[in-house]
């Protein structure tokens, strides 16, 4: 269960900064108010995962989800640049997010 709580935790994450994008300095309410829920719920997700996910593995898994998927949700909604070098970084970091889930002992 640790794992998945992990993934709910990374994809929380992506709705937090999603969210952050349209605060506009967190002047609108929906998108605050959206940015502070899906903040919480991903911290909570964490920390449930925590319990039996070393420290270590588990924020450089959640940060690489929160990363990856974030910047592949500004390109979808925000047409933000896409190129092949920025895809080749990407995949760096899956890479070492996968490498350290196997290194992990978990």
């Known amino acids: 269960m640790a794992w998945f709580f992990l993934l709910i935790a990374g994809f929380a994450e992506i709705g937090s900064v999603i969210s952050l994008k349209r605060t506009d300095g967190f002047k609108k309410l929906l998108p605050s108010v959206a940015c502070l829920f899906f903040g919480s719920l991903s911290f909570y997700f964490l920390s449930l995962s925590l319990t039996s996910i070393p420290v270590g593995t588990a924020y450089a898994i959640w940060t690489s989800i929160g990363s990856v998927g974030t910047v592949l949700a500004g390109m979808i909604f925000f047409n933000e640049p ?7 970084f990407i995949m760096c970091i899956i890479a070492g997010a996968v490498g350290i889930q196997m290194t992990s002992g978990h």
């Open 82 to 88: 896409k190129s092949l070098r920025l895809t080749l």
